[in-house]
């Protein structure tokens, strides 16, 4: 479900801004009242411009108002708050360095499907998160773990297939070992989605 987003990541940071989350904020409205404006994505730098997140404008400005971060790019978009129009940012940077810690995604079906990218770890294929299911590479019969590392996005058909056997047993392949989703995960989703946003280019590709 969380692919079905235009630009593929859902737009609220998993890592590292949470702790800002819940103070309450004026709400902003976008002029032009259009949705999307305010849900296409933003790149969240840390203090020392190394990129660590995707975050939605509504989000981002939010950020910008309260004293957070400031816009280091903007698209040609304004929307206006209670008193002054913002230009709609393109990347924002955090105004103080925020330790991000190497794991700290949860363990969730959710973050399982982003990391696979929805993309059945067995048959190769995408699929829409409705007709994808979580697969115990080793059986948890066999005392295989929920962790990230034994966990992949799979496909009815081979997850049927498969059964109650590891991979090898049941004669299919696992397309490649399942890590943790890292912040190196994220990059790599950052640098894809940076292809959509020239503005990125230069804090993605260093
Ligand atoms: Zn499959």
Redesign the pocket.
Known sequence: MEMRLKHGLRPRPAIGLGGVASEPVAPVKPAASRPSVMQAPVLVLNATFEPINVTAVRRALVLMLKGVAQAEETNHTEVHSTQKAIQVPSVIRLLSYRHIPQQSRALSRKNILLRDRNT??????A?PASELTLDHVLPRSRGGRSTWENLVA??????N?KGDRTPEEAGIKLQRRPRPFTLHTSRQLMRLIGHRDEKWRKYLFY
Do not use: G, H, I, V
Request: charged content about 15%; aromatic content about 22%.
């Open positions: 059945c770890q067995f048959c190769a294929r699929f799979c496909c009815y058909t081979c997850n297939r």
